[in-house]
């Protein structure tokens, strides 16, 4: 169900990157464009966005990312095609892509990290908070996160970033958290952040996840921060301006997720999204357990 906001109507989603990690397939296709089951990784973060009542959605492409302009656009001779067979379904999903949302696109250019992909949005977002996510994450229609964290935004201003705890082993491979506790179970105050901390000086072991609502605050900083780790202008680095001196742009908190999140960017979790997506589908999910079962079952015996 699509959720109202008052003064929050836009989602950014960058999506320059080129997907080495997927490589070959990613050559000429956009990462976000691999499919999770039947449907484009892509299209979950923008039905995310629409479901909290983000209908404003502007993408931050890249080179070879026109096929994410396609996907989001009519096309008029495959539906007069589906129309003429009468194959209402498949009209129907084709056509939803297109109706989600008010897309909007702009270039990076010089992929220069996430805080530059979002300093591009700028121009569009102007004065008003707005929302981040990030196509690598996927999460469940179920857990509806991203509003979870909108009404924090509305309550308490500022911004709010969307936190999971780790292994501490892991912590290395996100931005990571130092936090207090407030009088939501559900909800911290972020007092520091930290891009890919060694385990042993990291502050927490919460690390943030691809769903930030900011302050347009972030947009000054973002100007004013050199680059950081990797050589790249870091999100994470201007959040811990903002979480550091309240008077820029409101304080930070943290919502803890713990529900079912999906990495789409590591290979082995973007498997592992697809067989659990499969299973709980109606269409899919009968006949595909029976033969994964077997199949597990036929595995576990030759071993």
Request: glycine fraction near 10%; proline fraction near 7%.
């Amino acid at each position: 169900m699509t959720q109202s906001h008052i003064g929050l109507s836009k989602a950014v989603i960058p999506a320059a990157g080129l997907g080495t990690r997927f490589l070959p397939a990613t050559k000429a296709t956009p990462k976000e464009m691999l499919p999770v089951v039947d449907k484009p990784a892509i299209q979950y973060v923008v039905e995310e966005a629409v479901g909290a009542g983000l209908s404003d959605v502007l993408m931050i492409t890249g080179r070879n990312k026109r096929p994410l302009e396609d996907h989001f656009d009519r096309n008029y001779e495959l539906e007069e095609a589906l129309s003429r067979k009468g194959d209402t379904e498949r009209l129907g999903k084709v056509q939803e892509s297109s109706d989600l949302a008010t897309m909007h696109y702009v270039r990076q250019g010089d992929p220069r990290g996430l805080g530059h992909a979002v300093l591009c949005a700028a121009p569009h977002v102007g004065d008003e908070p707005f929302a981040v996510l990030l196509g690598d994450d996927l999460i469940d229609p179920r857990d509806p996160l991203l509003s979870r964290m909108v009404d924090i935004r509305e309550r308490e201003g500022g911004s709010v970033v969307a936190l999971m705890e780790v292994d501490p082993a892991q912590v290395h491979l996100y931005g990571c958290a130092a936090v207090e506790t407030t009088a939501d179970s559900d909800v911290v105050r972020v007092t520091g952040l930290v891009e890919k901390p060694d385990p042993a000086d990291a502050p927490s072991n919460y690390a943030v996840i691809g769903r930030y609502v900011l302050d347009p605050a972030v947009f000054g900083i973002l100007r004013e921060t050199p680059p950081g780790r990797g050589g790249e202008i870091q999100l994470t680095d201007a959040l811990q301006r903002l979480a550091a001196d309240e008077s820029v742009g409101g304080p930070v908190h943290g919502v803890v997720f713990k529900g079912r999140r999906y990495d789409t960017g590591d290979r082995a979790d973007y498997l592992r999204a697809i067989v659990r997506l499969a299973c709980e589908r109606e269409d899919l999910g009968p006949e595909f357990r029976t033969w994964l079962r077997r199949y597990v079952t036929e595995e576990m015996q030759s071993l």
